[in-house]
């Protein structure tokens, strides 16, 4: 079976709404046609103009964004809400991102909330795991990400789990230069779908994208997409440069 690529830019906090607006005006030729489910995740700030002014009825182009307070409306000083994303035309929300496990102190129970809360209000969660270079180098690789994985989706129906996207992001492999292997990333996202499977059934663990990210560029994509696991792939720093992410786009098709 070809496999739909499936590509998720997260820019993380870089591109002014100015920025963000010429990123998508130059990106669209370029990846129009191709059958690759793209989502661009820009900064908070940058989202509608890139929604209302430039994506708006393009099926091809989805729109996400990079975290979220699990609430609908609330006194939750600087936080933003399911509602209010939706509203924006967002269809896809990063959860769990180790930058926000590490700086923002984002437990596995924050993530399950956040989980659920997305599902409920139609949003489709990418949620995100991986492990440090101390970890695996300590041969407690799996272990930690089982963890993550088994506490993230705690209580999520089978019908939540047809609406689901993981992300493998070793923590070691972000914006490092240094990509996991393309065997290592689809051992661990075969061992992601055997811990979905062990709950769900194996026909609904096949379902779900399981994503690669970290280090991720147009000279490797290639190599991930060819795995029999890896779905696609959640990436930052190349992604930022239209030209990039466009051909990481392209080779995703192998
Ligand atoms: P890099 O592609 O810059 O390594 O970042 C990966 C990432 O964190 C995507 O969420």
Known sequence: MIKKPFIAANWKMYKTTGEAVSFAQDIEEMIEDLDVEVVVCPPLTAIKSVSTIIWQDKPNFKLGAQNMFWEEEGAYTGEVSPLMLKE?????????????????AETDAFVNKKVKSALAHDLIPIMCCGESLERREQGLAERWVNGQIVAGLEGLSPGDIERLVVAYEPIWAIGTG?????????????????????????????????????????????????????????????SLKPDSFAKICMNSIV
Do not use: T
Not at 189 to 204: C, Q
């Open 88 to 104: 924006l035309g967002v269809d896809y929300i990063i959860v769990g991102h180790s930058e926000r496990r590490q700086y923002f």
């Open 178 to 238: 240094r990509n996991a292997l393309p065997e290592d990333a689809n051992a661990m996202s075969a061992y992601i779908r055997s811990i979905i499977a062990g709950a769900y059934g194996d026909e609904l663990a096949g379902q779900v994208p399981i994503l690669y990210g970290g280090s991720v560029k147009p000279e490797n994509i290639s190599d991930f997409m060819r795995e029999e696991h890896v779905d696609g792939a959640l990436v930052g720093g190349a």
